[in-house]
Every structure is written in structure tokens, then in C-alpha cells.
């Protein structure tokens, strides 16, 4: 069992920043790939971005490639989103999710774990 809980999100003017957090209860195995995932309303929960540790590899959703990072702390069981160059357009609730994949999964359905969520509000 996973437990994850995000922390960080807030209400941002255009372009700024936001550093979300996504940590982990007790013991993550670094073998977990970690997922943030953004839902509007009236919208499906779409990938941002993913990291897989064992693999090194990274996922990018287009319209936030070159703005947001993705990075993780093993020692912390912590993941964490940095986000810079904030649009309107990012407004949702960003979620944390994990999951022991063969492959860095993008999609939702891939991710067992899921923590409750944050909301970020990006002000034009």
C-alpha cells in the first residue's frame, strides 16, 4: 500500500510559479513510477508529467514541456513538480499517482495509487 498526499498549489498570477509536492507515507521503493496528473472541470484527468526512477526516463505532456519539471527525492519518498511560466490554461486539480509498471505509463488507468489532490488557480 501507497500513500500519497500533494501539497503546494495555490492561486498564482500568469506567469508565475508553483512547486508541487507529492509525498509518500512510510516506505516508497524507488522501483515505483510516479505520475502527475491535472483535471478541470468538465474535463478528464490528463497526464502532466512522469518519472520513472529505475528507468531514468521523464514524460512531458506538450503543452507544458519547457515549463514544468519533473524530479523525485528517494530519500524523502517525495516527487515534486516545478512549474514556472503559469497559464490560465494550467488551472486544475493536480494529482499524484503511482504505480509498479513494466513500462513509464501516461495514461490513468495505468496508476493504482492516487493521492486526494491540489488545486492550482492561475489568474489571467
Known amino acids: 500500500q501507497v500513500q500519497l498526499a500533494e501539497s503546494g498549489g495555490g492561486l498564482v498570477q500568469a506567469g508565475g510559479s508553483l512547486r508541487l509536492s507529492c509525498a509518500a507515507s512510510g516506505r516508497t521503493f524507488s522501483s515505483y513510477d510516479i505520475a502527475w496528473f491535472r483535471q478541470a472541470p468538465g474535463k478528464e484527468r490528463d497526464i502532466v508529467a512522469a518519472i520513472s526512477w529505475t528507468r531514468g526516463s521523464t514524460y512531458y505532456a506538450d503543452s507544458v514541456k519547457g515549463r514544468f519539471t519533473i524530479s523525485r527525492d528517494n530519500a524523502k519518498n517525495t516527487v515534486y513538480l516545478q512549474m514556472n511560466s503559469l497559464k490560465p490554461e494550467d488551472t486544475a486539480v493536480y494529482y499524484c499517482?503511482?504505480?509498479?509498471?513494466?513500462?513509464?505509463?501516461?495514461?490513468?488507468?495505468?496508476?493504482?495509487?492516487w493521492g486526494p489532490g491540489t488545486q492550482v488557480a492561475v489568474s489571467s
Open positions: 499517482a503511482a504505480s509498479m509498471n513494466a513500462v513509464l505509463v501516461t495514461t490513468a488507468s495505468g496508476y493504482k495509487y
